[in-house]
């Protein structure tokens, strides 16, 4: 109901995490999992931070050319008179919802389209009354039709200047939340990798008060610490370097059946204090569902990320884009990314998610290393790069065949929540099977409620490799799940469809795509 909304938007942007028809959590996103399962309708997640739950903030909808759709030729239908979703959830929303709190309602008015208005509640955890609207709206904000723009190696000479690189996924609802930083466990996990060298540039994800984090560890003084909406954070050592300019761009947004909001990269611009080097840091927290590049897709998402770097870099900047990018080898935001910067290392977690890229030559790598977890349910990752010398010996990390093998190895997703991750998942996409292959049917059970759901079961059977999600199907009267045992012969795009590979099938076909990673920019 537009009350519920209303009231799970106030306090943590996406609310407990969604329960299904029978009950059950589906907690599989790590970043929001426990409030359901404490009852206490407290803020239980980072996502406070990250965001208030938003709809794509397209404005109202005026200028939009819309194709309507029947309800049997697509997996929508638009609320009409007479139907729970039209006279109570859109119409308290207009009349109630609105008025009194247009912050719960980024980007609408009560002027706003019904179908606009519908969207926004559909995409709401917990709303049972609302489909997805049978529109086909303009080409969503964060998808762009150029081609990821032209990168540049560092700048070359000057006396050799190692550069320290952390990314670190916090987990915040958890460990600062509700364990209350677990004796200050996180800064500890940093302190302790600092024996050697400081880290000189950091990168946070689920970070909503990084000087909790340093300065209880004794580091807040020597770091200048850069916090944003979205609820990521960046920090420089002040001993090493000093800060040019910073900014932050949004770049992805959420799918409807997953949704937080839009997401974000933060940026800053460093000068050395012991050379003429500039650094370009970048850090992302990527949209969901994993391995999905969000509402636009992974390409459009590695785009919008490259896009951000090659128009407020400079030329000669030695750039370092990390994150959680909720996406793994698997995934064609990586695998897009790859064409572009050297993916430098890659964690375990979720199959791979957190990442670090830059453009300096894989043969300038000199450390790389899993740090652990600090109370995290990522794992932190560091690695270390080497400048102004060019004649180190030859690398022997692969590091993008490295993180396509991890993904049916050690780091493959299990069937529990925790440990599940899908391959790959295409939103507002119907894929095409051969009619003679295996094939099975879900409506009206677990299986159907949603696609990570329909992915879990297809993931789960040995003779699935590729799914079909219908938020609404004519035959089955409700949503569908129909899992296939062979790739997609063809694909198209379908509003309300959502398609996907296993895990699987998606690390063979990103096999390929890593052999012709590159190694130096």
């Known amino acids: 109901a537009a009350a519920a909304l209303a009231a799970g938007a106030a306090t943590c942007g996406a609310g407990a995490p969604p329960l299904d028809s029978d009950g059950d959590i589906n907690d599989d996103d790590d970043e929001c999992r426990a409030a359901a399962s404490t009852g206490d309708g407290l803020p239980g997640c980072a996502l406070s931070a990250l965001q208030r739950r938003a709809r794509a903030a397209e404005g109202s909808g005026g200028g939009q050319e819309v194709e309507i759709k029947t309800r049997s030729e697509s997996g ?16 308290w929303a207009r009349t109630t919802g609105m008025p009194l709190h247009p912050e719960w309602y980024e980007g609408l008015t009560p002027n706003s389209s019904m179908v606009d208005i ?3 509640i559909y995409s709401s955890a917990g709303n049972k009354n609302c489909s997805m609207p049978c529109a086909q709206l303009s080409a969503p904000w964060c998808r762009q039709a150029a081609d990821a723009p032209a990168l540049w190696a560092p700048s070359g000479g000057g006396a050799p200047e190692k550069i320290k690189i952390l990314t670190y ?9 509700r364990r209350h930083g677990n004796n200050h466990s996180a800064g500890t996990l940093i302190k302790d990798h600092m024996s050697d060298a400081p880290f000189d540039v950091m990168g946070f994800q689920e970070c909503e008060d990084l000087p ?28 090493a370097w000093t800060l040019i300019e910073r900014g932050l761009v949004e770049v992805a947004e959420d799918m409807v059946t997953k949704y937080y909001g839009r997401r974000g990269a933060q940026w800053m611009r460093l000068k050395s204090l012991t050379s003429n080097r500039s650094l370009f840091f970048m850090n992302h927290h990527g ?42 080898a698997a995934s064609s935001t990586i695998q897009t990314l790859w064409k572009k910067l050297v993916q430098t290392f890659a964690g375990e977690s979720w199959g791979g998610v957190d ?34 010398e060019d004649k180190l010996k030859k690398s022997t990390a692969q590091v993008p065949l490295e993180s396509v093998r991890q993904l049916t ?50 993931q789960a059977n040995a003779r699935c490799k590729a799914w079909l999600w219908k938020d609404w199907a004519a035959e089955a009267q409700g ?43």
Request: charged residues 15%; neutral net charge.
């Open 118 to 120: 519908q969207l926004f």
């Open 355 to 388: 990442n670090i890229f830059t453009n300096v030559p894989s043969t300038n790598v000199i450390k790389r290393k899993i740090m652990g977890s600090g109370g995290s349910d990522h794992e932190a990752i560091y690695a270390v790069l080497q400048l102004g």
């Open 76 to 91: 929508c239908h638009t609320a009409e008179p007479g139907e729970a979703c039209y006279d109570f959830d859109i119409t």
């Open 212 to 239: 909790r984090v340093l300065k209880p560890v004794g580091l807040l003084d020597t770091y200048g610490v850069i916090m944003d909406k979205f609820a990521i954070c960046m920090a420089y050592s002040k001993k």
């Open 409 to 458: 190895g050690k780091a493959k997703p299990g069937y529990e929540w925790q440990h599940f991750w899908c391959g790959r998942i295409e939103d507002n996409t119907e894929y095409a099977f051969d009619p003679s292959a295996w094939s099975q049917v879900f409506v009206q059970s677990k299986a159907a409620n949603d696609p990570e759901r329909c992915c879990r079961e297809c």
């Open 479 to 521: 949503k569908q799940c129909m899992m296939s045992g062979t790739e997609p012969i063809s694909q198209k795009a379908v509003n309300g469809y959502v398609s996907g590979l296993t895990y699987v099938a998606a690390a063979a076909a990103a096999l390929e795509s890593a052999q012709h990673a590159i190694t130096r920019v």
């Open 169 to 177: 996924n916090l987990f915040w609802w958890s460990l600062f939340g």
């Open 287 to 328: 949209p969901l569902s994993i391995n999905s590049g969000g509402r636009c897709g992974g390409q459009a998402t590695a785009y919008n990320l490259l896009s951000v770097v090659a128009k407020h870099a400079q030329v000669g900047d030695t750039l370092i884009l990390v994150g959680d990018f909720n996406a793994n």
